[in-house]
């Protein structure tokens, strides 16, 4: 027998039993999105691997050693995107959206990173993403928090997440920061864990974010980038700050909040649950108003945040009954015999015309009613149209009730329709 292919590793089907809980997931993310009047834009899924390199930034673990990247039969150097708010950032410049105007947008799709594959963690995941440009005040991080805040209230996950938030300050204000945190680091250097010290030269900020515990205990002093912002930056902070109280939604300050991307400045935030173990960050974002720029347009702020889509399952699976997101058909139509057999495709699509958004399974190749019936209750639905001899000669359909105790009736076609149209 000829080997099987299998998927690659870290990449993973969505399965039919498991296709329903996306799909409701999908469905809230666009009623989300449209609620707050955000546009949508979908981007290629392959870019310039420089886009990424100078954006993510050269030294970060994605760049550094998670991206799909691979020479085309040009020879140009390309790269499965990592995330997306480069790639909405390019599309942005070279459309020209994003100069003088104000943009709402969002997206979600897959996204690609070399990691060692675990529960939440993969190579193919999928990311929902908000970005908003033109906008320079509190007020808009506040928008994109409260979108978070209302989807994990619309799943029922709300006292499964929290909300953790740090202030990153102007560039000026990291660099002179960046120093203070130099010194202090070297000082406890041999402490340090491997990557930390080699970030200690190259990005030390990342050292804050290390998830090594030893690590995390030698740098618990260090001084504090909230304790070094620049005045413009720190009434933002606590505008945002104050905001988010009076509005009911609680937050942490999480001084060593750093986030691993390059490109953010001020406003960081993640939303972080204890029940993934290690991947406990559902969704992060922040303000990245250099990073227009940065990629060769004119000077935009801008803030988004991308949410991991797996994680979001994951979780959501944990408080909900499998059966919930089973596929289920609402209606089963059987026949027997030729004739039976024509006038129930006829009433199929009749029925699908007359009742949208009523699912409704046929039964195709021939068999006796036992197995008929055997494929209506294993198709979920809640009753099996009957055609036969009787029903074709009188013009009317017997209905059998699988899942509630009811008798048998027959109806006519309209009578047939007011019932679906009622499920
Ligand atoms: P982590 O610290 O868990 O590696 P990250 O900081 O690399 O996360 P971001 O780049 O901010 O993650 O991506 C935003 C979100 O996308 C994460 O919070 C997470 O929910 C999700 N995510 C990131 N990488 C993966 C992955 N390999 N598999 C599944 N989800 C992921
Ligand atoms: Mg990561």
Redesign the pocket.
Known sequence: MAKTIQAIRGMNDCLPAQSGIWQFVEQHIRDLTKSYHYQEIRTPIVESTDLFKRSIGEVT??VEKEMYTFDDRNGDSLTLR??GTACAVRAGNQHGLLYNQQQRLWYMGP?F?H?RPQK????Q?H?FGVEAYGFDGPDIDIEVILMGARLWKAFGIADKVTLQINSLGSNEARAAYKEKLVSFLKSVEDKLDDDSKRRLSSNPLRVLDS?NPDTQSAIKDAPRLLDHLDEASKQHFDILCERLQNLGIAFEVNPSLV???DYYNRTVF?WVTDMLG????????GRYDGLVEQLGGKATPAVGF???L???VLLIESISDDAKFEPRADVYITALGDASQCKAMELAETLRSACPGVSIQLHCGAGNMKKQMKKADASGAKVAVIIGESELQNNAFGVKYLREDKPQSSLDKNALIALLNAF
Do not use: H, N, S, W
């Open positions: 673990d994605i990592p995330e996204m990173r990691e939440g963690r993969y190579r995941f990311q998830k986030r691993g991307l993640e290690a991947q406990g960050t559902v969704c992060a974002g991308a949410m991991g797996e994680r979001l």
